[in-house]
């Protein structure tokens, strides 16, 4: 599969997709981001791996929650970009309702993940949803 084919078409070779909240859907999102950054993340296999586990944990953060008290799955959307100093700045938003505690005792282990994965990363809560932004600085070029 070619996978310049799942780039959104502009001139900066961004990725962005929006599907619905559910098991499936992320599963393909997760193939298509994959495609995505091997394509167009110039960094080495550990962390090409790093920034995919990363936000597929996102992903399935919002799939699990974003619409756990709605008779319709809500959205996610993942929304990456190079900025213009070569930082990977990648969103993931949901279309519900932010809930901080664990639901099992072994769960909710998300966020220390993504905070292990990502340079930086925030988090924002909101009535309509929530959004995670993780950031990955530019590889320092080693030259031997």
């Known amino acids: 599969m070619d996978s ?8 900066t070779g961004d990725f962005k997709r929006s599907v619905a909240a559910t098991a499936e859907a992320a599963r393909t999102l997760r193939e298509l981001f994959t495609l995505w950054v091997t394509a167009t993340v110039d960094a080495d296999a550990e962390r ?8 597929y ?3 399935a ?3 699990e929650h ?5 008779a319709e799955p809500g959205t996610v959307t993942v929304h990456s970009r190079h900025r213009p100093n070569g930082a990977l700045e990648i969103t993931v938003t949901d279309t519900g309702t932010w809930d901080p505690s664990p639901s099992e005792r ?4 998300g966020l220390a993940l ?3 994965l990502s340079d930086t990363h925030a988090l924002t809560t909101g009535p309509d949803g929530t959004t995670v932004t993780m950031c ?4 320092p070029v080693v030259t031997s």
């Open 4 to 11: 310049s084919q799942h780039l959104d078409g502009d001139s």
């Open 48 to 55: 090409r791996g790093d920034i995919i586990l990363a936000v």
């Open 66 to 70: 974003a619409c756990k008290n709605s």
């Open 114 to 116: 993504i905070t292990a």
């Open 57 to 59: 944990e996102a992903v």
């Open 106 to 109: 072994f769960r909710g282990r």
């Open 136 to 139: 990955w600085q530019p590889m």
């Open 61 to 63: 953060n919002a799939t």
